[in-house]
């Protein structure tokens, strides 16, 4: 069965500290990828997809980036955290699976 | 603009009784359906989804309605239990599994 690891589970940073959140793929190959935020009182917005290495479509202008370095390695980025950048992150493969989130605080 | 819309912020209902949760969209190219639920802190769980060629989909005491006339699906839910408190999202797709979601219901099941 395919399983997601996502982490950290929370994770507090300072404005202008940059941001690195991992996710991993098992029990599956060559799977499509997503980053998804949900905000405080809002529904989950998509931020990025990918359906294979190096491959990064990203749906809304903003302050992160995404890359996928291996098949089954999803990773989200940030140089500089902004208050808003503030919210629940999840990593989903497929249209099923989706991680355990991170809670990530800007302060 | 928000093409997956959830228009009911929140819902109460009696244990026992029908949970009824909406959900419109406005781009008639959606094919596929679904409903998540989900608990502070997790990642949504996937409930139950419906091709656009169907009109109804049951699972179980879950039972999601289709009506592509009126770009609207439902979810419903007999009996609703305690366990069933949670934010629900719908989630809308055109023929790839890239979702896009509305803004959640918070249903609250009380004894």
């Known amino acids: 069965s395919q399983t997601i690891h996502q982490w950290p589970a929370t994770l507090v940073q300072p404005v202008g500290s940059p941001l690195s959140l991992e996710c991993t793929v098992e029990?599956?190959?060559?799977?499509?990828l997503y980053w998804y935020r949900q905000a405080a009182g809002r529904g989950l917005q998509l931020l990025f997809y990918s359906v294979g290495i190096g491959q990064i479509s990203s749906e809304v202008p903003q302050n992160l980036s995404a890359s996928r370095p291996q098949d089954r390695q999803f990773i989200l980025s940030s140089k500089k955290l902004l208050l808003s950048d503030s919210g629940f992150y999840l990593c989903?493969?497929?249209?099923?699976?989706f991680g355990s989130g991170t809670r990530l605080t800007v302060v | 603009d928000q093409q997956v819309k959830q228009n009911s912020p929140s819902l109460s209902v009696q244990e026992g009784r029908i949970s009824i949760l909406n959900c419109d969209y406005t781009n008639s190219m959606f094919d596929y359906f679904l409903w998540y639920k989900k608990y502070p802190a997790e990642g949504p769980t996937f409930l139950i989804s419906i091709s656009s060629i169907k009109d109804k989909n049951e699972d179980g005491r879950f039972t999601v309605f289709l009506n592509k006339s009126a770009k609207h699906l439902s979810l419903h839910i007999v009996p609703s239990q305690p366990g069933d408190s949670a934010v629900y999202f719908c989630a809308a797709s055109e023929g790839t599994d890239k979702l896009i979601f509305g803004t959640g219901t918070r249903l609250q099941v009380f004894p």
């Open positions: 029990g599956t190959s060559n799977p499509n």
């Open positions: 989903a493969w497929g249209g099923y699976t």
